[in-house]
């Protein structure tokens, strides 16, 4: 039984520890507030629930090492785009060799050969697109299905995630859509054009495609960004036929789904999009990302931009595809996102959920573990959400927070969103086995001070 006093009481002790135990991040922070806005260059950094942000030293593989000398285990890899570790060698060499000749031209070079050759044999996908964002990616799809389909409409999944794409802000709440509150300053009211409903929910989805005006259903194949929601057995598939039948373009954002096996959860689960979005780990860290699509797709693309007027599209950017990225992203899918990569980290994820189980049990707790591929959380509660709706109710906000501190004041790091862990190439053993100690002491302290 952990109890409320218990969970107050770890989150005081701990950020007093780190207060005490982080002097040189304590006086870089203050001297960043001088003008960063909010103290950080970019506000996400401050999500992380310690009293200031820790400042990195350098981070290597799956390590990273803080200002103040203390060694981390990164398992906090799966939102970033470092999912196949920090500075992956072929990649740094990849980046160094580009530095000094040419960052960004708009003209292709050698390696954008080499990059579509190799998107195309992987992910079964022949036409491809580069974008320098996951974000950007799926606002290009999102206007060219709308282009091709003449549809106005998208659909989304309750607590979905697609980047900084202000027509997926919108939830369910007890059945109503509601625009997300921290849209802030987006004065259209993006639900006129945007459907969502609940994920592994096919009558729901099968009424709302019904009406034929949906140009795109817009998914991850597994909800990874409200806490982790798996497909039902047969579900994508469903979803697929579903879309087929009324026309609809099928979208998967496989953006962290990529840690789902090679080839990403399409062609490890065999369910196939219309378009495909990959973003932040496909050049190894460097801000890049692309999309492909079917032939069917690209020749009704050349229509429709035969049709339209010449000129600036809103669809990529002077940086897109520029030369260090596209660098960076060959020696990333050629020598990194290796079937020999996802040999490592398949196997040691599935240990590391084992291990996660056993510690739960051992500690008399009923919580899940959810596991897919390289990825995996714990949840703080006996089952596995379904759906957008379940898996908010089962975050528990102040019990994770103390399980955080706790965990970066003894040198693991988690995603700070939720309790997601991820396994790259470079994650070992060790690694695995200190993350299941630390949880173990740390649940062990908190049932203890009941
Ligand atoms: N798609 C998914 C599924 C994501 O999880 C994210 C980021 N967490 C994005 C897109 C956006 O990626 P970026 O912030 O690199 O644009």
Redesign the pocket.
Known sequence: MITDGAIARMITDERQRYAAANPRSAALAQAAARHWHRGVPFHWMLDWGTPFPLFVEHAQGAELWDVDGHRYDDFCLG?T?SMFGHSPAPVAQAIARQASRGLTTMLPGEDAVAVADALAARFGLPFWQVTS??????RAVIRWCRGITGRSKILVFNG??????DDVFVDLRDGVPELRKSLVGQVYDVREHTVVVEFNDLPALEAALAGGDIACVLT?PAL??VGMVLPDPGYLQAMRDLCTRHGTLLVF?????ISSGFGGHTMTHGTLPDLF?L??PVAGGV?C?VFGFTAEVAQRMERARAEGETGHSGIGTTLSANALALAAMRACLTQVMTPQAYAHMLPLAAELADALRAVIARNGLAWHVTHIGARGEFICGDTAPRNGTQARAAMQGPLEHALHLYLINRGVLIAPFHNMTLISPATTRAQVDRLAQVLDDCLKTLIGNA
């Open positions: 939102d785009g964002s996951a974000s950007e990616a799926n979905c995630y697609h980047g900084a794409v991850e990874t960004n954002d496989e953006t962290h789904t979005v973003g932040k801000p990302a």
